[in-house]
């Protein structure tokens, strides 16, 4: 099974606050308020919630302490400037490393857990 047959099978929660309808295999999109709503989500069995990409939701969510843990893949090549990921927090974030491992073409996985306040 590919990486697009295993998305396509997945349950998948779109927010937006612009789109009405989504063409995409069992996608949902969150209505009214995106914090409920993923609190909802949580509290249901099941598997975890991944946000492959999105700064805006991803501070939102951290802004609540909604955020059991932080993947970050990162490719050896430089890619120029970019937006400050914690951007924000005034208290800092402190994160403990959980997990970090390289594969073969040098791209290493960086697994973080919050560190409670």
Do not use: C
């Amino acid at each position: 099974m590919g990486i697009a047959d295993k998305m396509n099978g997945v349950s998948k929660y779109v927010a937006s606050s612009t789109l009405k309808r989504t063409e995409w295999n069992n996608s949902t999109i969150l209505n009214g308020n995106v914090l409920d709503e993923v609190n909802k989500l949580k509290r249901q069995s099941g598997r975890d919630i991944l946000i492959p990409g999105s700064a805006t939701l991803v501070h939102s969510l951290m802004g609540e302490d909604l955020i059991e843990e932080y993947q970050f893949i990162v490719h050896p090549q430089y890619q120029g400037s970019g937006s400050q990921f914690f951007k924000g927090r005034p208290d800092g974030t402190r994160l403990k490393l959980v997990e970090a491992r390289t594969f073969s073409l040098g791209v290493v996985l960086l697994r973080y857990e919050p560190v409670p306040h």
